[in-house]
């Protein structure tokens, strides 16, 4: 009896250690071409307590240097940002890291109020795949899901990535148990160049109101943020596209205004932060380069020690120490980039 009893766990056993592994190699891995997917779960491997932690999407993760902020004022930072991350998201987000630990500020950039419904199911995976269980992962998934998701496919991945066999590639064997960090506490770094010209302007739009769901999760965002007393600053990246309206502004300051909250739209800072379109960003404009994103930190960094009195924690020995490691990637990693567009006129090795 015994003996039947010990073979049927056994083969429980097996068959869900067959389970994960199978999920393990059919996940995407995010270690090549779209990093991003593989920001979120970097998170949890930061051992330290940040005093400032940035939430929200691209125009964050790509044009704010935590690096640059610890070097020249010793603010411990990280970006919790991912492609396209919503509002709700951000929110859950918030939630889930002011219950892991208590920022001094939270930092929310409101180009994602202009999504108002779920929109993608591919940068949904990319933020929600990447955070741990929890309660706010839940509520999460279920606010992002589209139509044509399933709440149970996100419990059981290999029920959405099963057909994922005939795509396997080296990556996925390479980083069956482990991955490579792909950021610097949240910065997605590059050092190329692509000036931005002929920007298009931004088209008349029928509607120019946030929408309702929008507001529910901005407010939600800011009462979070007062009940558990920290600050929260909205901004509005110093990006030229896609177009943010004059319309859509004067909605986040009244929204500022009405709740005693900071908003910083760095589009009218560009001048004082030096921005200079021709040199400053990789993509025509979307985003920051690395000499644009360390202008940019220099500008919010001073606002964020002078203004908001972010204590500078360089005599702290264990914070020294990790951060020494993350500097070393950073440099090795604007090093390799350098060295790749010397080479082959690109950040990235050519493929095989």
Request: hydrophobic letters at 35%.
């Amino acid at each position: 009896m015994y003996k039947k009893i010990i073979i049927v766990i056994l083969i429980i056993a097996i068959c869900l250690s067959g389970l994960g592994l199978a999920t393990k190699l059919l996940e995407p891995k995010y270690m090549s071409g779209i990093l991003e997917g593989a920001m979120i779960q970097e998170y949890y491997d930061d051992p330290t307590d940040h005093n400032v932690v940035f939430i929200g999407d691209c125009e964050l993760y790509e044009n704010i240097s935590p690096v640059y902020l610890w070097e020249n004022f010793g603010i411990n930072s990280y970006i919790r940002g991912s492609a396209q991350q919503l509002i709700w998201q951000s929110y859950y987000l918030a939630e889930e890291t002011i219950k892991t630990e208590k920022p001094d500020i939270i930092v929310f950039n409101v180009l994602s109020m202009k999504y108002n419904e779920p929109q993608n199911e591919a940068y949904n995976r990319m933020t929600l795949d990447g955070m741990k269980w929890s309660k706010s992962k839940v509520d999460s998934i279920n606010a992002s899901m589209t139509d044509d998701e399933k709440f149970i496919e996100y419990l059981f991945p290999i029920l959405r990535y099963h057909s994922r066999w005939s795509d396997l590639n080296s990556d996925d064997f390479k980083y069956l148990f482990h991955r490579d960090k792909v950021s610097f506490n949240g910065y997605y770094m590059r050092v190329d160049v692509k000036a931005a010209e002929d920007v298009p302007e931004g088209r008349p739009l029928p509607d120019y109101q946030f929408g309702d769901n929008s507001y529910y999760y901005l407010e939600k965002l800011t009462q979070l943020c007062k009940e558990n007393d920290v600050e929260l600053i909205l901004v509005k990246a110093p990006t030229l596209y896609p177009y943010w309206y004059d319309e859509w502004d004067e909605q986040i300051s009244e929204f500022a205004k009405e709740n005693n909250l900071t908003y910083i739209n760095f589009l009218e800072a560009q001048d004082e932060i030096g921005i200079d379109w021709s040199t400053d960003t990789y993509d025509g404009g979307l985003h920051l380069n690395l000499a644009g994103a360390e202008k940019l930190s220099q500008y919010f960094g001073t606002i964020l020690s002078e203004e908001y009195n972010v204590p500078d924690r360089r005599d702290e020995k264990a914070l020294n120490e990790y951060w020494t490691t993350v500097i070393n990637r950073y440099n090795d990693e604007i090093a390799r980039q350098e060295k790749n567009l010397e080479l082959y006129g690109s950040v990235h090795e050519p493929e095989n």
